[in-house]
């Protein structure tokens, strides 16, 4: 636990260290600002919620995480520091989760500083506060997903932009699975049972009623098996090609 | 202790390591010798625990490097090829990072004054990585690898990019070192093997090829014991290539050296002296030569092919 914490503070300062963190805060902020009150409407709506906020956030993750996870690994391969964090005295394991750790964290920090949207709807009208917590609380939870698999795509290419887009077109495929335009499609080709299985591994459906508000142990225990997995297949990957 | 058997790493369908044995005790300076690709830096990497060898053993004080990796880690200091380090950091993040990460507790703080100095790195501190020189970097990579004060020392081409001056650091650093460390590096550098090494083993095409001690490499050598001499004009020396304990010669034409390669290795420098004295050759120079080792490195590599 102590090296994953140590691994956790050097990567977390590295993103400060970097424009990395800042480019990403500022461009997550104003794009979730434009999403919500363009597109989402919040004001026309005339309801006291962020559900339209809230909405967006997985199309915003699908471009915006992979960005911030494509560095995590294939820096390391690229400047060779791989070589030193590999013979350290640390396991594999536990310099994956510091990394995820660290990057996690520079997300929660930008989903905080959106509190301005919070205060606008409690300024403007008399929203449930627990509904919005439980909201920021899935979206956070979601972006650890995101963020595995970014993670995981980094650990296979010294490339970050194969990084990039590798992880681009997996959470494409984790998102759009549950989408209205995947599902009809196949509404006639395929059996229920097969469509609602393809839904229940996508992140939009385990998003929605997280979005709502509604903290489901199923929803919640997807996320975290996603993130699990896909850091578990990273830490496969670093072990059996870390030289390459 | 380190004692590896039969340490083979093959990539797809090339053989970069190829059943290599050997055992290094403490005390041991071993420098590791050969061309490039021979499989120098593969074997520091399976050392190190960053490759795991295709087959064979890697045992290391006892413990072996498959199912104890992490254990055999901490006792190692490491320094990869190329120094690499994270450039975002300052020197001064970077050590205490390591310094964490090494679990050196309340010695940090001495343990990294101790290293800033030994490496003179000083007024570095504060700078970015990134920005230093290489010989810079080279010595950042230096400290994070002795920072723990390791019982095995790994440096893979440590004076790789450096100037004469800082060649010369390095090398008293490493002989400074206490006297029961096992040391290994690399180097292409034969005459860094020399100045600091106890051992030398030259590998090529994944084999080991010479393993003993940098005297007895140079005895290898067709110069050991050649007494090389120089005339200050032109003179018959027919009379000095055809002394009894003289078995050939040879004359460097843009030099104008001569070279006598003794008879049955015998020192030949006392009576080629005295020769030269009786008969009043006008010599300037006269020396007894060590050994080349940049031609037996030829010679035992060149085989290897």
Redesign the interface.
Known sequence: M??TL?IL??EF??FF??PVAYVFIAIFLSLSAVFTFSFGSLYERGQADLLPFFNFHPWLYLFLVPAMAMRSWSEERK??????L??????VWQAMLGKFLAAWLVLGLALALTFPLWLTVNYLGNPDNGIILAAYLGSWLMSGAFLAIGMCMSALSKSQVIAFILAVVVCFLFVLSGSGLILNAFNDVLPVLVLDTLASFSFLSHFDAMAKGVIALNDVGYFVLVALVWLYAGRLVIEHK??E | MISVKQLTKSFGGFTAVDQLSFEVQPGDIVGFLGPNGAGKSTTMKMLTGFLTPSSGQIEINGLNIADKRVAIQQQIGYLPEGAPAYNDMTVLQFLHFIADIRGLGKDKQARIDKVVEQVELQDMLDRQIEHLSKGFKRRVGLAQAIIHDPAILILDEPTDGLDPNQKHQVRELIQNLSQDKIVIISTHILEEVTAVCNRAMIIADGQLHFDGTPEALQRQSRYHKAVTVHFEHLTDISGLTSMLCVESFEVDRRTGRVTLFPANEQDILPLVSHYIQDHGLPIDTLYAEQGRLDDVFRQLTMEAN
């Open positions: 102590g090296n140590i503070r050097r300062s590295s260290a970097t400047s060779g520091s791989i070589e030193l590999m013979t350290l005295p640390i396991s870390k030289a």
